[in-house]
Every structure is written in C-alpha cells, then in structure tokens.
C-alpha cells in the first residue's frame, strides 16, 4: 500500500513541475472547470446592469416610494 502512494505522489509531482505543455494546459482546464462552473450557475439567467440601469432602477424606486406616501396632516 505504501508503494502505491508514493508511486501515485511521484505521478502528480512529475505533472505539478514538469512545465510540459500538455500538462500546463490540462491545469488550467481543471482550474477553469473548478472556478467557471459555479461562476456560470451563480450568473444564469441574471442580466446585469450597467450604471445607468442601475440609476434608473434607483429613480424609479425613490418616486414610487415619494408617490405612495400619504399625505401630511394640516
């Protein structure tokens, strides 16, 4: 059991530092995989807003928010 270790360790030393080019690139696949996949469902069906979206969201609000308010007492 011990050689199996060791054997698998040498393995995935070999492919952390050997600066192979095929190795290089599957890094970066898996790196991609690991991070863009729970990018891209946390993303889905969202549009995002640029700045004006988002100052036009803001007015819309503030003038439902000071229409919807009930008068002042005299």
């Avoid at 863009?36 to 469902?41: H, V």
């Amino acid at each position: 059991m011990g050689s199996e270790t060791n054997g698998f360790r040498a393995k995935m030393e070999h492919y952390l530092y050997s600066g192979e080019k095929k190795h290089v690139l599957a890094g970066m696949a898996i790196i991609t995989a690991v991070f863009g996949l729970p990018w891209y469902l946390m993303n889905r069906g969202t549009k995002q807003l640029s700045h004006q979206d988002y100052l036009e969201k803001a007015d819309r609000a503030r003038n439902a928010r000071l229409h919807s308010s009930p008068p002042a007492p005299k």
